[in-house]
């Protein structure tokens, strides 16, 4: 059974940073896409990045290009997301997802496995 594992949210001020992270575990293989989605109140689920266990090879949502970096430590089988120049906006819950179906599914909503969600909330 994969589980995924959330934590890093807090609360911060505009133009701060904040870095998530979300340990897995129970993957059959090592190739598997993992990545983080949002959720603010009253609005859509929306993604906002995720990484490749193989190839490395990355997404980012339009509105995070620039100010987030997702990374990987295979070894340890934990995805980080630094998250800087945070604005109110970027307020919302945000969920570990992962599939072993590869990053375009991931993207494409495609999700096998969540993570609990994790708070993030940016003050103005």
């Known amino acids: 059974e994969v589980q995924l594992v959330e934590s890093g949210g807090d609360l911060v001020q505009a133009g701060g940073s904040l870095r998530l992270s979300c340990a897995a575990s129970g993957f059959t293989s090592d190739d598997y896409a993992i990545g983080w989605f949002r959720q603010a109140p009253g609005k859509e689920r929306e993604g906002v990045s995720c990484?490749?266990?193989?190839?490395?090879?990355?997404y980012y949502a339009t509105s995070v290009k620039g100010r987030f970096t997702i990374s990987i430590d295979n070894a340890k089988k934990t995805v980080y997301l630094q998250m800087n120049s945070l604005k109110p906006e970027d307020t919302a819950v945000y969920y570990c997802?992962?599939?072993?179906?590869?990053?375009?599914?991931?993207?494409?909503?495609?999700?096998?496995?969540w993570g609990q969600g994790t708070q993030v909330t940016v003050s103005s």
């Open positions: 990484i490749s266990s193989s190839d490395g090879s990355t």
């Open positions: 997802a992962a599939t072993e179906r590869g990053v375009p599914a991931l993207i494409q909503g495609d999700i096998e496995y």
